[in-house]
């Protein structure tokens, strides 16, 4: 998705040209924005319990792997990428014990969210959703720890790009 035909939301992020976000990502924001704060909090836990349905299945094979521990992080993280002969992409995540609810929680709900979009509708994607779906008050308080994934995500994604350029010109 080029810059020049996206549409942007009220907080200026890109959308795709139909007006949604990515994938199923548009009805994970949707859902959250219903949720009083109390409810709002309670599915973040959901969606930290189930972190562990986006790790690697076994025969899955990737296309780019980067498993690190960062300072943002309070251990190891791993981003697994595949991207499909439709150029669609399929991310799965590992988190080491330590990782906080919060991340985990991001992790399946961008693993869910941005399931089947392309690699470069993932990197274009700016980061204004994110307060949609955790709140404000959560955001002010834990931000690295709310665009880590994010940001991890759109690493692996410019990476995998960034190769595909490259042996496009060999």
Known sequence: MSKDCSKLDESGTALRPDGTYPGKLNKII???????????????????????????????????????????????????????????????????PEVQTLTRAMTAVLCKGLEGSTPQEILDLPSHFVTRIVGAELVR??????????????????????????????
């Open 30 to 96: 949707n859902l959250f924005e219903t949720l009083p704060e109390d409810e709002r909090r309670e599915t973040l836990v959901s969606y930290a319990d189930n972190a562990k349905k986006q790790e690697p299945r076994e025969g899955e094979n990737f296309d780019l792997v980067d498993v690190r521990k960062d300072e943002e992080c309070m251990d190891t993280v791993g981003v697994y990428l595949h991207v499909d002969e439709n150029r669609k992409a399929h991310i799965r995540m590992t988190l080491g």
């Open 141 to 170: 308080i834990r931000s690295q720890t709310i665009y880590y994934v994010l940001t991890r995500i759109k690493s692996i994604c410019k990476v995998y790009l960034d190769r595909q350029r490259m042996a496009a010109v060999a």
